[in-house]
């Protein structure tokens, strides 16, 4: 049985679902592509983007320094990254909750700001990065092996206690493959770390306040708490622990997330205006604040639904 669902750009009949076989149907269009979604599971997919091959944008340096050149001390990315970083810190922190440091493949490693923090919680770090420019930057800056591909690092061996690859799967056209695939580089037992958006977060349909849900090309794969699980599940992973970040979006877009009392008390002194990362109240503020990350961290079932980024910690199961 086909679904008959016309489509403003042209995938029809709508495929079946990647993660449970079920029906999908239109739901929403966005830049111009259809994204469907799955009547059983949940489970949403830009079709049309997702041929195209997303993947192949990020072989483009022009990706990361967007307009800068590649000798530029610091692209868009290192920017971005030092207000990620908090973040991906604990995330390190939670691995070690899972695995002892041994070896970890980074995938996706940009530059290998997440592969510098590892090595110095005592990982032999290696890297995948389909970017020449930032393979490059990565090789010089660390001295390690760095990829163009899964299969190149399978080629190389394999064999890794930890594979991390955090906001990578949005961006994968058949995330359970890309899985597959990469459970065949871990070691019996190894852990897979993992985030991507929570589409089902509020503000993830109006893109507020920072738009990183529905960004096809960029972004064709679309997943909730539920899915997430069901796609690592689907590629032979056992799910070990699940968590979310509140007001992620919000940190990539300036804003700085206070706890409740502290902002209640700030409202007359600013008159309603937002508090700017750079202004002077705000600096001091941020350097009283920075690492208290556990204001945006979820673990209860609620508060994941909620986040708008969602990690899961899995374990790769023979
Ligand atoms: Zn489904």
Same mark, same amino acid.
């Given at each position: 049985?086909?679904?008959?669902?016309?489509?403003?750009?042209?995938?029809?009949?709508?495929?079946?679902?990647?993660?449970?076989?079920?029906?999908?149907?239109?739901?929403?269009?966005?830049?111009?592509?259809?994204?469907? *979604?799955?009547?059983?599971?949940?489970?949403?997919?830009?079709?049309?983007?997702?041929?195209? +091959?997303?993947?192949?944008?990020?072989?483009?340096?022009?990706?990361?320094?967007?307009?800068?050149?590649?000798?530029?001390?610091?692209?868009?990315? +290192?920017?971005?990254?030092?207000?990620?970083?908090?973040?991906?810190?604990?995330?390190?922190?939670?691995?070690?909750?899972?695995?002892?440091?041994?070896?970890?493949?980074?995938?996706?490693?940009?530059?290998?700001?997440?592969?510098?923090?590892?090595?110095?919680?005592?990982?032999?770090?290696?890297?995948?990065?389909?970017?020449?420019?930032?393979?490059?930057?990565?090789?010089?800056?660390?001295?390690?092996?760095?990829?163009?591909?899964?299969?190149?690092?399978?080629?190389?061996?394999?064999?890794?206690?930890?594979?991390?690859?955090?906001?990578?799967?949005?961006?994968?056209? +058949?995330?359970?493959?890309?899985?597959?695939?990469?459970?065949?580089?871990?070691?019996?037992?190894?852990?897979?770390?993992?985030?991507?958006?929570?589409?089902?977060?509020?503000?993830?349909?109006?893109?507020?306040? =920072?738009?990183?849900?529905?960004?096809?090309?960029?972004?064709?794969?679309?997943?909730?708490?539920?899915?997430?699980?069901?796609?690592?599940?689907?590629?032979?992973?056992?799910?070990?622990?699940?968590?979310?970040? $509140?007001?992620?979006?919000?940190?990539?877009?300036? $804003?700085?997330?206070?706890?409740?009392?502290?902002?209640?008390?700030?409202?007359?002194?600013?008159?309603?205006? *937002?508090?700017?990362?750079?202004?002077?109240?705000?600096? =001091?503020?941020?350097?009283?604040?920075?690492? *208290?990350? +556990? =204001?945006?961290?979820?673990?209860?079932?609620?508060?994941?639904?909620?986040?708008?980024?969602?990690?899961?910690?899995?374990?790769?199961?023979?």
């Amino acid at each position: 049985m086909t679904t008959e669902t016309a489509y403003p750009n042209e995938i029809s009949p709508a495929p079946r679902c990647l993660l449970c076989g079920g029906a999908t149907a239109f739901a929403l269009e966005r830049r111009g592509f259809a994204i469907v *979604r799955c009547a059983s599971c949940g489970f949403a997919c830009a079709p049309a983007a997702g041929a195209a +091959d997303a993947a192949r944008l990020y072989a483009e340096d022009e990706f990361f320094f967007a307009g800068r050149p590649e000798t530029a001390q610091r692209s868009w990315y +290192d920017v971005l990254w030092t207000r990620k970083r908090p973040f991906y810190l604990a995330r390190l922190d939670r691995i070690a909750g899972f695995a002892r440091p041994a070896r970890v493949l980074d995938i996706g490693c940009a530059g290998g700001y997440l592969m510098r923090a590892a090595r110095e919680r005592g990982w032999s770090v290696e890297g995948v990065e389909p970017s020449p420019a930032m393979r490059e930057r990565t090789r010089a800056a660390l001295g390690c092996p760095v990829y163009e591909s899964v299969e190149q690092a399978r080629a190389a061996g394999g064999n890794f206690d930890c594979v991390m690859m955090f906001e990578v799967i949005e961006h994968l056209a +058949d995330p359970v493959a890309a899985l597959r695939a990469i459970r065949d580089l871990l070691a019996p037992n190894g852990v897979l770390a993992l985030s991507t958006p929570n589409c089902d977060a509020p503000g993830a349909i109006d893109g507020k306040p =920072l738009d990183i849900w529905f960004v096809p090309p960029i972004h064709v794969s679309f997943f909730n708490p539920a899915t997430l699980v069901r796609c690592v599940e689907r590629a032979g992973f056992a799910a070990i622990a699940s968590a979310g970040i $509140e007001g992620f979006a919000g940190v990539l877009a300036g $804003e700085i997330r206070l706890p409740r009392w502290l902002r209640a008390a700030l409202k007359p002194l600013r008159r309603g205006k *937002r508090l700017l990362p750079h202004g002077a109240i705000g600096k =001091l503020i941020e350097r009283r604040y920075a690492g *208290r990350i +556990d =204001l945006h961290q979820r673990r209860d079932p609620a508060g994941i639904a909620r986040a708008d980024v969602l990690e899961l910690y899995a374990r790769r199961v023979d």
